[in-house]
């Protein structure tokens, strides 16, 4: 625990001016992200006496190690950039709202050039116009159902709508009319648009005018005598009634606006919002966040509109936001509104009508969701504290095993050997700090030396990081064998952030804040195997000179849990939550690794030769395969006529033609439904499989070698 006046800045030198500051912790990340109007006043508040500071507040600036500061011009620039550093660094002891569960949208991706209409979750995609968010993905299907009688928009993925171009035919949807079959030429390109948009026009709220329109046509064909097209549009607008109805008129005046409510306690805060957009709930959400600071209930509703606006603009920030709760001050949180949407922005309380009366029930949906989540997490939390409390004991811990790293091995007979790194802290999934190697050291199947690599160069850069970083006094022994330094290897694919999906790309500086690749050590080691992979770890970590880590392995076959040295295993009760936890640890990692190793394998399958040939990228290997046709008539055209596909000059065709001559050529491939063997100089659709054949693949390659022995044997050979 830090002493605060350890590390508190000299008065004089803070600035009082507007600005947003920063509270890092001892390994540099950052812990705390704040604003204020005056960053002095608000600065010397943390360096009280401990004992008048809330007691979050008081373990955060016990936790921190440093503190700084950027002054800004504005309170609303201090606003924006306080939301892009919590975006960025994730502070632990800032207010962080997650979703209670994750929210379809209704979009309509009008980025296409034949927009389709879909559910879609997660982030939202610049082009794409979205409505909702609903509370389940079936009432969208149902409300799309309803509506693509009278605007048929494409809903195909791209590739049914692919193949309905190419054989001419269009999908079910196309045959029954819910569909305008753009694929098949039977709707332009431009109409098909104007459908998306008046699609989009009509959930926007925009209902009125569109159904006297309707209504008139209606009328119309009746006066003309054409009954069949009027029963035709009196069910059309039977149908836009009906999906009307799914959502009630709340607001008699077709008002847009957002509502916020929070229901408290003081520990946490449950947020939910009702989107009323022309009058109608058009969509719900709600957040929870626990209080990891001294907030009130307008600092709440601040950093609820800083996630809930912070990536929008235009017209998905409505003209008015209710709120329970005015944020303190008021001003540059509304200045920053009308920024976002580009005209001026209502922030304020309701206090009579139907305004009030729905922020009534609104709150009601919070205190609900507040009950519900509080229900939940009190038997989570238990079970997880009671989990890491049975691992401390049953292996001798001094205290609970807050981060737990697992590491197993996968391989398919010996070939592409990889490892996983996995990483729970509090008994939970940090998917941003998995890892993945490949084995580098040795050729062939050892999994007790495989294990000794990976906890190797795993903890090399953990205590390289720490050097870099000046946690050690000068001449502190660093670890390494025979004097060896602890130096960071280079790096290689499968193992840096580079080639892991969820680690931040590109090098990590000492003082940006965010995790670092292996920065962190864990309490506890788990490894997937017995006695001499839980051997060999632990030989890792003595040559490294690290001996405050704990080590231990989860056998598959009867669940024991090894320790280094001992001759018995620990066998903890099959009804243990400790045990549970340590399965859900292993299988992660069993699961991580041997996802990466079915890649690995998938791609050296899809490999050829001209994946060998330098500087050859994926654009001109595709123009290589679509001129020739296939690798073999690749290989025997001549500098020339290589020379002749665009983009390919004289020297890369000399380097091709070597690269070619020297590789063996590939066996033929086999069509595993007929059992011929196929010879592509002879495919007269040679030209059109090569354009359809993936980047970095081969027609020669396109159909898989066939593995020996029969479906169990082959199960049996991947671990």
């Known amino acids: 625990m830090a002493d605060p006046s350890s590390y508190r800045p000299r008065p004089g030198d803070i600035p009082e001016t507007p600005g947003v500051y920063k509270f890092r912790d001892e390994h540099r990340r950052v812990i705390y992200v704040g604003k204020a109007k005056s960053l002095r006043q608000r600065l010397a508040n943390y360096f009280q006496d401990l004992a008048n500071l809330h007691p979050r507040t008081r373990t955060m600036?016990?936790?921190?190690?440093?503190?700084?500061?950027?002054?800004?011009?504005?309170?609303?620039?201090?606003?924006?950039?306080?939301?892009?550093?919590?975006?960025?660094?994730?502070?632990?002891?800032?207010?962080?709202?997650?979703?209670?569960?994750?929210?379809?949208?209704?979009?309509?991706?009008?980025?296409?050039?034949?927009?389709?209409?879909?559910?879609?979750?997660?982030?939202?995609?610049?082009?794409?116009?979205?409505?909702?968010?609903?509370?389940?993905?079936?009432?969208?299907?149902?409300?799309?159902?309803?509506?693509?009688?009278?605007?048929?928009?494409?809903?195909?993925?791209?590739?049914?709508?692919?193949?309905?171009?190419?054989t001419g035919r269009p999908c079910l949807l196309g045959y029954i009319g819910k569909c305008s079959a753009p694929c098949v030429d039977r709707i332009s390109a431009e109409d098909h648009r104007e459908l998306a948009e008046d699609f989009c026009d009509f959930m926007a709220g925009r209902t009125g005018t569109y159904l006297r329109r309707l209504e008139q046509r209606m009328t119309a064909a009746a006066e003309e005598m054409e009954y069949e097209r009027a029963a035709r549009l009196r069910d059309?607008?039977?149908?836009?009634?009906?999906?009307?109805?799914?959502?009630?008129?709340?607001?008699?005046?077709?008002?847009?606006?957002?509502?916020?409510?929070?229901?408290?306690?003081?520990?946490?805060?449950?947020?939910?919002?009702?989107?009323?957009?022309?009058?109608?709930?058009?969509?719900?959400?709600?957040?929870?966040?626990?209080?990891?600071?001294?907030?009130?209930?307008?600092?709440?509703?601040?950093?609820?509109?800083?996630?809930l606006y912070g990536e929008e603009t235009g017209d998905a920030v409505p003209k008015e936001v209710l709120v329970p709760a005015l944020p303190d001050p008021l001003e540059p949180v509304q200045q920053w509104l009308t920024g976002r949407r580009g005209a001026g922005v209502s922030l304020r309380i309701p206090q009579r009508g139907d305004k009030k009366a729905l922020m009534e029930t609104v709150q009601r949906n919070a205190l609900q969701s507040l009950a519900l989540h509080k229900t939940r997490r009190a038997s989570d939390l238990t079970t997880r504290s009671r989990a890491l409390e049975e691992i401390a004991d049953a292996l001798g811990l001094d205290s609970a095993p807050l981060r737990i790293e697992c590491y197993d091995i996968s391989h398919l007979q010996g070939d592409d050997v990889v490892a996983s790194m996995v990483v729970f802290e509090d008994g939970l999934q940090r998917k941003g700090e998995y890892r993945r190697f490949q084995i580098k050291g040795f050729e062939g199947q050892d999994d007790v030396r495989s294990m000794h690599e990976v906890i190797t160069r795993r903890f090399r850069r953990y205590l390289a990081?720490?050097?870099?970083?000046?946690?050690?006094?000068?001449?502190?022994?660093?670890?390494?064998?025979?004097?060896?330094?602890?130096?960071?290897?280079?790096?290689?694919?499968?193992?840096?952030?580079?080639?892991?999906?969820?680690?931040?790309?590109?090098?990590?500086?000492?003082?940006?804040?965010?995790?670092?690749?292996?920065?962190?050590?864990?309490?506890?080691?788990?490894?997937?195997?017995?006695?001499?992979q839980v051997a060999a770890a632990r030989r890792a970590l003595d040559e490294l000179g690290i001996d405050d880590i704990a080590v231990c392995g989860l056998a598959k076959r009867l669940e024991e849990v090894w320790l280094p040295g001992e001759d018995d295993p620990v066998v903890l009760p099959r009804t243990s939550e400790g045990l549970y936890l340590l399965q859900r640890v292993r299988d992660e990692a069993h699961r991580f690794a041997i996802t990466y190793q079915r890649t690995r394998r998938a791609k050296r399958f899809r490999a050829g030769p001209l994946d060998e040939v330098p500087g050859l990228g994926e654009t001109r290997k595709r123009a290589l395969l679509k001129h020739f046709g296939s690798v073999k008539r690749l290989r025997s055209a001549t500098i020339d006529q290589i020379c002749e596909v665009p983009g390919i000059g004289r020297k890369t065709a000399e380097t091709i033609a070597v690269a070619l001559a020297q590789a063996a050529p590939a066996a033929p491939a086999v069509n595993t439904a007929t059992g011929e063997i196929v010879e592509d100089a002879e495919d007269p659709a040679g030209a059109e499989a090569a354009e359809k054949t993936e980047p970095g693949a081969t027609p020669g390659t396109a159909q898989q070698p066939v593995p020996t022995g029969g479906p169990a044997e082959r199960r049996g050979q991947e671990t």
């Open 465 to 532: 990081e720490k050097e870099r970083t000046g946690e050690w006094a000068d001449g502190e022994s660093d670890g390494a064998p025979d004097g060896e330094q602890a130096a960071v290897p280079a790096l290689a694919p499968g193992e840096g952030p580079g080639d892991t999906p969820d680690a931040p790309a590109g090098a990590l500086t000492e003082d940006d804040g965010r995790p670092k690749r292996f920065a962190y050590p864990p309490q506890l080691v788990v490894v997937d195997g017995g006695r001499p």
């Open 61 to 166: 600036v016990t936790t921190a190690a440093s503190v700084e500061w950027t002054v800004v011009s504005t309170e609303v620039e201090a606003l924006q950039l306080e939301y892009s550093w919590i975006k960025e660094f994730d502070p632990r002891f800032n207010v962080k709202y997650r979703d209670d569960k994750s929210y379809p949208y209704l979009a309509v991706t009008m980025n296409e050039e034949f927009p389709r209409v879909q559910v879609m979750r997660g982030h939202k995609k610049k082009g794409v116009r979205y409505f909702g968010p609903y509370g389940h993905a079936w009432a969208i299907r149902d409300t799309v159902d309803l509506l693509l009688r009278v605007f048929p928009v494409r809903t195909c993925s791209a590739g049914v709508f692919r193949n309905a171009a190419r």
């Open 236 to 307: 059309d607008i039977g149908a836009l009634k009906k999906a009307m109805e799914k959502s009630a008129v709340v607001l008699a005046d077709a008002t847009d606006a957002d509502l916020v409510a929070v229901a408290e306690d003081e520990l946490e805060a449950a947020v939910q919002i009702f989107h009323v957009r022309g009058g109608r709930v058009r969509g719900q959400r709600g957040w929870v966040t626990d209080k990891v600071e001294d907030v009130t209930t307008g600092a709440l509703v601040e950093h609820a509109l800083q996630q």
